[in-house]
Every structure is written in structure tokens, then in C-alpha cells.
């Protein structure tokens, strides 16, 4: 489960037709965030 902060950072990426890659390393969490200008 993301939580309610990702599905909203999701609807606004897809919004202004960008891309959401989450990752998961051990402790670590990674978001990459790409928008399209």
C-alpha cells in the first residue's frame, strides 16, 4: 500500500501526463517523479 499521499502524487502526475516509478531497496523507499513540460 502506497497511502493516500502517493494516490494523490499518482493522480497528479498522470494529470500532466508524467511518470510515477516507486521502488522498494531494502530500507530504503525511491520515487522517481517525471513531468512532461
Same mark, same amino acid.
Given at each position: 500500500?502506497?497511502g %493516500? ?5 499518482? =493522480? =497528479?502526475? @498522470? @494529470?500532466?501526463?508524467?511518470?510515477? %516509478?516507486? &521502488? =522498494?531497496d531494502?530500507? &530504503?523507499f525511491?520515487a522517481?517523479?517525471?513531468?512532461? =513540460?
Amino acid at each position: 500500500g502506497g497511502g %493516500i499521499g502517493l494516490l494523490n502524487v499518482q =493522480s =497528479s502526475v @498522470k @494529470k500532466y501526463d508524467g511518470n510515477l %516509478i516507486l &521502488k =522498494s531497496d531494502g530500507n &530504503k523507499f525511491i520515487a522517481e517523479l517525471f513531468l512532461n =513540460s
